[in-house]
T-cell receptor, first 115, second 109 residues
């Protein structure tokens, strides 16, 4: 596709349910990032992949959050036993390079609401 | 550590100018600027890579002062389409981006 694609666009989960959010980066992009964006705030870093390697997961808020990118393309962010504080927009971004500064291309995000 | 942006919000009339500042407590090697419209993805505006570098995009330009560890975004002769939230991003290491809290810009007719 032409851009970063995320699905689903919206997700409502009951507290305690598990959710899986998908990100399809731009083809060939080496780096992939997940961010959490609360209403009125900037994107907060969650985790970063270079190809299939998860190089930084320091932003994951708890061990309920897990991300993978097994083949170095599509990535999934999984949240187990969702809590109300997990409600946010989850943004995925990709960039073509693994080293050095390059623009991030963002998807439209998944808006997660935990009731 | 996240960069700090100021002001938090700006309201302009069409044609007016604005400056958005971004500063960091750590040494900066590059600064990224993005704009996000309500309900949409952040969109890349520009990267500044060197101290003193200035770049332009339409009537939006930016400067980077690495000694002061800060960058400024300049919007001149603002248009309605400039409305949105502007974020600066500062990479740690390999493009590992940290964003400021954002500056909400509203341009009114």
């Amino acid at each position: 596709g032409a851009g970063v694609s995320q699905s689903p666009r919206y997700k409502v989960a009951k507290r305690g349910q598990d959710v899986a959010l998908r990100c399809d980066p731009i083809s060939g992009h080496v780096s992939l990032f997940w961010y959490q964006q609360a209403l009125g705030q900037g994107p907060e870093f969650l985790t970063y992949f270079q190809n299939e390697a998860q190089l930084d997961k320091s932003g994951l808020p708890s061990d309920r959050f897990f991300a993978e990118r097994p083949e170095g393309s599509v990535s999934t962010l999984k949240i187990q036993r969702t809590q109300q504080e997990d409600s946010a927009v989850y943004l995925c971004a990709s960039s073509p390079r693994g080293q050095g500064p390059s623009p991030l291309h963002f998807g439209n995000g998944t808006r997660l609401t935990v009731t | 550590q996240q960069p700090v942006q100021s002001p938090q919000a700006v309201i302009l009339r069409e044609g007016e100018d604005a400056v958005i500042n971004c500063s960091s407590s750590k040494a900066l090697y590059s600064v990224h600027w993005y704009r996000q419209k309500h309900g949409e993805a952040p969109v890349f505006l520009m990267i500044l890579l060197k101290g003193g570098e200035q770049k332009g995009h339409e009537k939006i330009s930016a400067s980077f002062n690495e000694k002061k560890q800060q960058s400024s975004l300049y919007l001149t002769a603002s248009q309605l389409s400039y409305s949105g939230t502007y974020f600066c991003g500062t990479p740690r290491g390999n493009n590992d981006m940290r964003f400021g809290a954002g500056t909400r810009l509203t341009v009114k007719p």
